[in-house]
Structures are given as structure tokens and as C-alpha cells.
């Protein structure tokens, strides 16, 4: 068995001789250094409790016998490095990736980022590359977010990769209510091997960001065109209520938008309709270092439960029809449907998350506990977390996580019903 995969292990040894009133002071040891080198190794277990009941089981496991759980493995190396010479800087993110699952071993690497800053004055930078924007204001979703991939609701904070784009930042600063003002227009080519998941390719996209710093208050305003991607408008705010109470929200306008669904007999339909998405948001700290995070996203774009309902229908005709003839056919159709009803697909979600910083004293410790609730078909995942990070460049994690949901619900027709995991991750 091939395992193409290295973990770099960085060792730096110091050592600083003072004796008595000798002192040497040194000013190259003060100057900043023209390059960076940094990221981690992380480990990552995970342990799955398989539903044999739900639909999505009989779909990846319909020709498999695993028993009553999977285990997989995951190793991950990130690597980031940056250098600077004048009014340039070049910055690159790897991510090499191997996993081991039921279905044996795979590995990939890619590059996150890897993009040319110029910054030919304090008020204009010019970016070229492969970059994550990072637009919008949401913890853990982005509906404005237009030229950036989804994110994980269920792990908001892991890193993405980009796309290839041409962007700039123009800054001004003035006096008076209205202190800063910055403007980001963005080139999106999608052409063969260049951004080919984006949308249609042989085209070429254009989008733009105004960001205001307005009475205090962050406030983007967002435009996306282009024959890759319907036309979509969006604007998203934060504002800081007092020093431990901050409010955000987010709303986009799609125009155009195209929704692919499946009846229970497996007949597609497409519907094309513009859809406003939006999200409200608040993050509140408390004295005693309780941190809560509170979402409300509406996802007009969304699947409503009936359509959901008929999608897990259409499996379980799949099941049948194999159990009886071999015949898997149909579920090879539901397969390639999948996706779209994996992540979030219905049209309202709350997100809920509470963590508490070193509680009862015990020091770099601090565990929390997640929920995302489908307020559609009032089905839920929760998710508690143990985090300690008091050993120096390493972080530990352990996390599960618990679904509930009726038959035909989101949540109900996962194919497992909890998760084990740990988390070890080693920066450098």
C-alpha cells in the first residue's frame, strides 16, 4: 500500500546567554523578516454510529455490509508561506490530505491560495491568484459570500480553498461619521482547469465590494455578473451594540436562480426563480467569558420538506428495486442527485453555539456546545466540544455529534446518528 503523504516536523532550539550586567542588544534580531513559513499537522480520527434505517444509509451502503459503524482516519498538512520585497508579496496555502475510509485509501493536495499582492501605495493593492475573499459577516453562513465557497456550518472556522481571480483594494480615510471607504472590483475567469467549478465555463465574471465604516457600523455592499453565474446583488452589516454585544446580518438577491429537484418517482424537474437569502446574527460575550453565537438563515433557494420528502421516497424505490433484482439504477440517479440535498438544503436554520473559556479555572481548556436546527421539518444536530490547547503548538479536540429527526426529515435520514472524533493539530 502506496501512502504518498509527509508530515513535516519543524524543530527550533534557542538559546539566550545573559550573564550578569554584560548586555548586547542587536538590531537585525528587531527587523522584520521578508518571508514567513508556517502552518500544521492534524490528525483526525472519527467514529460513525450507522442509521440502517435512513434513506441516505441504503444509498452508500446498498452493495456494502459495514456492520454498526465505520471508523475513518484523516491526516491533513497545511502549509503556508508568504515573502515580501518592496511593494510586492507573494502568499501560498497547501493542503495535502490523506483519508481512509470503508472504501479503502485516497489522497490529494491542493492549493488554497497562492496569489501576488502589489501595493504600489498605502491606499491601492492589486491582487493576482488563487485567493479566498472571505465576504460577508456570518459565523457559519455566508449568503453574500458570492465568490467564496460554502462553509461547513458544522465546522464554520476550517480554512477553504479559492478561486483564481484579479482583484483590487482602493482605501480612503476621512473625518466624520463616515471614516472609511474602500472599493473591490473582482475578475473571475472560468475557462477549462481554471475555475471549472464555478459555473459555466468560457466566460468571463465580474463582481465588487463598497465597504463603509458608517456611524461605527461595518457595511458591505456586494454585486456579482457574468455568464458563469446568474446576476446577484447582496449587502451585509456589523455593528458593535456595546463592547460585549455585536449584531450582523446578511441578504442576497439572486436573479435567475436554478433549483433541480426530483419527485418520488425519480422524474427531474428545474425551476428557474429570482430568491432572496439572508441571515440575522448575534454574538454576545458575557463577564464570566461565555461566548454566544445565535444565526437565523433563510435560504429561499432551498428545498422545501415535501421536496425532501419525495427525494428520500425515490431512494427507498431505489432500495427496493435492488433488494429484488440487483437492479441499482436508480440509485445510481439518486447519487448523482445527492449532493444538493447534503448540506442545509431546507430554507430555514438556526445556529446556536456556546463555549466557555476556562471554566472552573482549569487553564487553555474550554468546551462548547453547538446546535443547527431545521426549523422546516424540526429536525437537529448537536454537537459538544472539548478543546485544550496548553501544551505549546498543539491543540487537542474532541467533538461529537448527535442528530434527531423523524423519518423523512433532514436530520432523520442521515446515515449515521452520531459521531465520535478527536482532533489533533500541531502548528509550526
Known sequence: MKIPFLILLFLFCFQYPGYGEDYSFD???????????????EFNPVLFRLNHESSLYKLGFYNKDEGSSIEEYHFRLQLEGSYEKGISRFFVRTNSEL??????????????????????SSSLKIDFGKKTLKWGKGYAWNPAAFIDRPKDPDDPEQSLEGFIVGSADYIRSFDGDLKTLSFTPVLIPVYEHINDDFGEIN????????????????IDFVFMTGAGRTRRYGMDFSRNISANFEIHAEIAYLEDYEKRYTDENGNIYEQKQDVQNWLLGIRYLTEHDT??????????????????????SFIDKGYEAYIS???????????ALREKYSRNPLKDYLYLRVSQKEPFDILYFTPSLSCIFNMNDKSFSLSP????????NLEMRLKAGFIYGKEDTEYGEKQNDCRMELRLRYYF
Open 27 to 41: 538590531l537585525s534580531e528587531t527587523e522584520k523578516k521578508p518571508y514567513h513559513i508556517g502552518g500544521y499537522a
Open 203 to 218: 466566460h468571463l465574471n465580474f463582481a465588487a465590494k463598497v465597504y463603509l465604516l458608517l456611524y461605527d457600523t461595518d
Open 291 to 312: 461566548t454566544f453565537i445565535a444565526e437565523y438563515f433563510h435560504n429561499a433557494a432551498g428545498y422545501t420538506s415535501d421536496e425532501t420528502k419525495d427525494f428520500f
Open 325 to 335: 433484482d440487483e437492479n441499482d439504477s436508480l440509485l445510481n440517479k439518486a447519487s
Open 99 to 120: 483519508n481512509h475510509s470503508y472504501s479503502g485509501w485516497d489522497d490529494k493536495t491542493d492549493i488554497y491560495e497562492g496569489y501576488l499582492s502589489v501595493k504600489p
Open 385 to 392: 466540544e472539548l478543546l485544550y490547547n496548553g501544551i505549546t
